[in-house]
């Protein structure tokens, strides 16, 4: 059972979901990922399952958006997991063009739905992938949180776009785009409509961000081109990544949309790339700095990587 309970101290909610303790351990030889399993279509290409273990779950009480000490509230949302490919031993790195454009396509459909649902404020598209970070799954899968609140980091992020917009008149992320382009030290790859950098303020090493050429907002508003281009930058980029340090980089993808309720033009589509390798042999932990005060110490700089990573397969 899932409840959120109000931090007064940060203003934020936290999400206590104790039964996400008795995740197993995976038997070696079984997946639930895996045609045959029973879990999923015997056939498919790209499938959203639904979380065996749901930090928010359509099932809990009514989020109610009153805080206060010791308040507590219902969990109400959704968790999906998204499954890239039926084949368990594939790396993200490793989909082909046409099957990250499934995965789009999977990504699209389901924010869609979760828009059209009154009770959901945000919808977090995201990746976690690698041993580093926790998974214990080695089947190529994302993840689809369905949020009955607009999360901190979110929040923090379109306030900043919405008022240098009303101070500028300008998007601030066509403003860094520009910018990023006009310098190119930290350009990393590019097509028609999406460039991929290191930015300048990247917190974690090699911190990615692929960003639209065309200033538009949320996945369903690609066009089919711009689809398939992004589909393309993806597999780039995951295939540079693997190949830095020659072996699977341990990294969160988000997918940056914006809320599900009311317009927010000031809002450009991107997604971010934070990996925790910091070099081959180094992990970078979330430690006293990071966790404790909320400022991230870099241990790579930014130009470098980028100059690095322009010169990685696939160039
Ligand atoms: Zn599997
Ligand atoms: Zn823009």
């Known amino acids: 059972m899932s409840e959120l309970r109000w931090h007064p101290l940060l203003r934020e909610w936290v999400a206590v979901a104790t039964h996400r303790q008795d995740r197993p351990q995976m038997p070696q030889d079984w997946c639930p990922f895996d045609p045959g399993s029973g879990r999923v279509p015997d056939d498919y290409d790209v499938y959203l399952y639904r979380n065996d273990f749901p930090a928010f779950s359509d099932e809990a009480a009514p989020f109610e958006p009153e805080t206060g000490l010791f308040r507590t509230t219902g ?16 790396l993200p790195s490793q989909l082909t063009v046409e099957q990250w454009e499934k995965v789009i396509g ?8 979760l828009f059209a649902d009154p009770e959901i404020q945000y919808v977090a598209v995201f990746e976690n992938t690698g041993v580093a970070i926790g998974v214990t799954m080695p089947h190529p899968h994302g993840q689809i949180y369905g949020f009955p609140f607009i999360p901190p980091l979110a929040e923090r992020e379109l306030a900043s776009a919405y008022e240098y917009h009303v101070e500028n008149r300008r998007c601030l992320y066509c403003e860094i785009l520009a910018r990023e382009t006009e310098d190119g030290r930290r350009l990393v790859a590019s097509n028609d409509a999406f460039v991929a950098f290191l930015p300048f303020f990247g917190r974690f090493p090699t911190e990615m961000q692929i960003c639209s050429r065309r200033h538009f907002q949320k996945l369903a508003d690609m066009t089919a081109s711009e689809a398939h281009d992004l589909a393309s930058m993806l597999s780039i980029v995951r295939q540079k990544y693997d190949n830095l340090y020659d072996f699977p980089m341990s ?14 033009p000031y809002f450009h589509f991107h997604i971010d790339f934070l990996p925790i390798q910091r070099s081959p042999k180094k992990i970078k932990y979330l430690a006293g700095v990071e966790s404790g005060t909320g400022t991230f110490l870099n241990d ?11 010169r990685t397969d696939p160039k």
Do not use: F, K
């Open 75 to 90: 969990a109400r949302g959704s968790t999906d997991v998204v499954l890239y490919s039926p084949n368990h031993n594939l």
């Open 300 to 310: 790579t700089r930014a130009e470098e990587q980028a100059a690095i990573l322009r």
């Open 106 to 113: 999977l990504w699209v459909r389901r924010t869609n739905e």
């Open 251 to 264: 990294l969160m993808m988000m997918v940056r949309q914006p809320p599900a309720r009311g317009d927010h």
